[in-house]
């Protein structure tokens, strides 16, 4: 079999965008976990970057070590705030002492790990 023809999807996936990551990501982000609740401990040193999907924006970053955890649940007090930044409007309606997300809300997590001179 022809090795072009092997490797034609793998360039038809690159150039569509399905293997990167989003453009303000740094390169080499790998996509590790999503939803409302996210709970990720890292493998190796690097950098947990929260992003929220539909927007595009950054939520949160933390640097991280082998073993440290990342948690993240949008219904926790301290993550008000910067979701209140995030969707509020002036006239948004909060539901109890939390924000009413909009149902297009997607929350991606992604890790970017520390390079090595080696790499």
């Known amino acids: 079999m022809n090795i072009r023809l092997l490797c034609l999807p793998l360039v038809c996936a690159m150039l569509s965008g399905c ?9 080499g982000s790998r996509l590790v976990g999503g939803g409302l609740e996210i709970e990720y401990s890292a493998p190796e040193n690097g950098t947990a970057i929260l992003r929220e ?3 595009g924006k950054i939520v949160a970053t933390q640097s991280l070590e082998p073993g440290d955890d990342f948690d993240f649940t949008v219904t926790r007090q301290e993550n008000a705030e910067v979701l209140r930044s995030l969707f509020a409007t ?11 997300l909009p149902t297009n809300a997607c929350f991606e997590l992604y890790f970017v790990p ?6």
């Open 19 to 27: 293997v990167s990551a989003p453009s303000n990501l740094p390169r």
């Open 53 to 55: 999907r539909s927007t």
């Open 90 to 100: 002036t006239n948004a309606p909060d539901i109890g002492q939390f924000l009413a």
């Open 114 to 119: 520390v390079k090595t001179k080696a790499e």
